[in-house]
């Protein structure tokens, strides 16, 4: 008996060490390891390097002192926002050296410059077809002065007009909005735009795949661009040549390269998926399976999306356009009249209220998903309802939020229950006490992760999409929404958000001042530095 206990405790031991190697040696062979090691190494010999050049002469440090004192002012004096100029010159101060180095790196750049003036070519050359209907832009006037100024403020500094005659269905999971997908994509006739950050080879990304590539052969026009980084360890490397031979068109944004450089934080984050014109697709949901609940991550995974058809949904096409032309590099000029949302759908459409899709980039200096959030909840009377996975918010928008609640307004905000990145989840509940303090309703998900970007307010006014309340997606990513007002979709998404509270936990301000103080110390730190995260 002694004998048996002890031999399986011994293959216990063995076991464990088994499946410890096994990780080992995954994590060894896995592309993101030599990205992180030729990082890594990056890192060192820079320190290195800055360490020899202040020791080698005491002239050459005193010019760095004081090219370090001039850094520190010249951002001072940036039109950026304060908790960026913050963060960088705490790191800047207290690693002199190092940390000026860090900031040439990271703090500017020449691609980024380039991209931003292809961009504006690419837009100019499409401008005209992005005029807007007068009679729209008058019949809101009359119809709400606030809601219209919310609707110009995103025609003026995103450039998409605001559209009408679009119908609207919103989907609360992924497992409710993939059939539909799959659905409309059988129906392509004439031209399917893909775009999104992530893609994961699995239930979801086969299915869709097939259909791609039986399309493709077909005729039809099959484009697809995923994130460089937000495929780094879901695709192959060099993917896009395997889908180039079965028919489809495929670029890669802004492919990630084991360089320190601010250009790899610019991430292509939208999700859009565009079928004939007059179709379309956008929210939270990446091509994966965790998306749909096929594949189990971090439980229960809360997502929404919505699809437009109708007028609408042109706004969408041109935005696909303008990146792919963007990332492909091409320099003939886009018919763009060739993909109206008419061509494809001689009849006329239908749909309830004003819809008004729109991107924001990190390419000028206008925060254009932060001020569409702030516009709703700054003009909101009776509530604003958030969904965000992360609540890392800078200071206007944690002004907006208590000043609404202090106001009166009911201001909840739903976050997840069980997270993906702890450190992540860790500060986003920093921010919770001051917002409770301030009379903000706050819950977390509890059976997995919440990953919808939503709000609605009063009945009335309603965005999904892509932007999470952090600085990456709001500052740093290229990002999608659906400013919707008085469409039917409207009460669906608030109905969504007030069921989902069943399965939520209120979140109290004894939970934030009884948390051990190890715990809170490092929410301090993170808050410091989080627009740097």
């Not at 999306?305 to 356009?321: H, R, S």
């Not at 002004?399 to 106001?407: D, F, H, I, R």
């Amino acid at each position: 008996m002694i004998y048996k206990e002890k031999n399986e405790g011994i293959k216990k031991k063995q076991s464990i060490l088994m499946q410890f190697l096994s990780k080992v040696i995954k994590i060894c062979f896995n592309r993101i390891f030599y990205v992180g090691l030729a990082l890594f190494v990056q890192l060192v010999w820079i320190f290195l390097m800055a360490a020899k050049f202040v020791g080698y002469s005491r002239y050459i440090s005193m010019a760095m002192e004081v090219g370090t004192i001039l850094v520190v002012l010249w951002i001072v004096n940036k039109k950026i926002n304060p908790s960026y100029k913050l963060a960088w010159t705490m790191v800047i101060l207290c690693i002199p050296v190092f940390g000026l180095l860090l900031y040439l790196l990271f703090g500017q750049s020449r691609i980024a410059a380039v991209m931003e003036e292809n961009f504006e070519k690419i837009f100019e050359e499409s401008r005209e077809y992005l005029a807007e209907n007068e009679e729209t832009r008058k019949s809101l006037e009359e119809e709400n002065p606030s809601a219209a100024n919310q609707s110009a403020y995103i025609r003026d500094y995103s450039g998409y007009p605001l559209g009408k005659n679009t119908a609207a269905e919103y989907f609360q999971v992924g497992d409710d909005m993939f059939p539909v997908l799959v659905k409309e994509l059988e129906q392509a006739e004439h031209y399917i735009f893909i775009e999104y950050f992530i893609i994961n080879d699995g239930v979801m990304w086969q299915t869709i795949l097939k259909i791609l590539e039986r399309k493709a052969a077909q005729g039809v026009d099959v484009r697809l661009m995923y994130d460089g980084f937000g495929c780094l360890t879901t695709l192959p490397n060099k993917y896009y040549e395997e889908l180039r031979k079965k028919g489809i068109k495929c670029v890669v944004f802004n492919p990630f390269r084991p360089l320190l450089n601010i250009i790899q934080n610019n991430r292509d984050h939208r999700k859009l998926c565009i079928i004939d014109g007059h179709t379309g697709f956008t929210g939270g949901i990446n091509l994966a399976d965790e998306y749909i609940n096929q594949r189990k991550r971090f439980g229960h995974w809360k997502d929404t999306a919505i699809m437009l058809k109708g007028e609408a949904v042109w706004n969408m096409t041109a935005m696909f356009l303008h990146m792919w032309q963007v990332v492909n590099r091409t320099r003939e000029k886009c018919p763009y009249d060739a993909y109206f949302p008419h061509n494809y759908h001689p009849d006329p459409f239908e749909g309830s209220g004003y819809v008004q899709p729109f991107c924001d980039t990190p390419l000028d200096h206008e925060i254009v998903g932060e001020n569409v959030y702030l516009n709703i909840i700054n003009r909101a009377k009776r509530y604003v309802y958030i969904c965000t996975p992360y609540l890392i918010i800078d200071n206007e928008m944690m002004t907006a939020l208590c000043l609404a609640a202090k106001s009166g307004v009911d201001v909840r905000i739903m976050t997840p229950g069980i997270p993906d990145k702890k450190m992540v989840f860790l500060l986003t509940q920093s921010y919770y006490e001051q917002l409770l303090e301030a009379g903000v309703k706050i819950y977390e998900y509890q059976p997995g992760f919440l990953h919808a970007k939503s709000f609605v307010c009063d009945d009335e006014v309603g965005v999904v999409g892509t932007i999470n309340l952090d600085y990456r997606s709001l500052y740093l990513h290229f990002e999608d929404g659906v400013w919707l007002y008085k469409n039917e979709v409207i009460d669906d998404i608030k109905k969504d958000f007030i069921e989902t509270l069943d399965y939520c936990n209120p979140i109290s301000l004894s939970f934030c001042r009884e948390r051990p103080v190890p715990v809170r110390a490092m929410q301090s730190v993170l808050r410091l530095f989080a627009p740097m995260l």
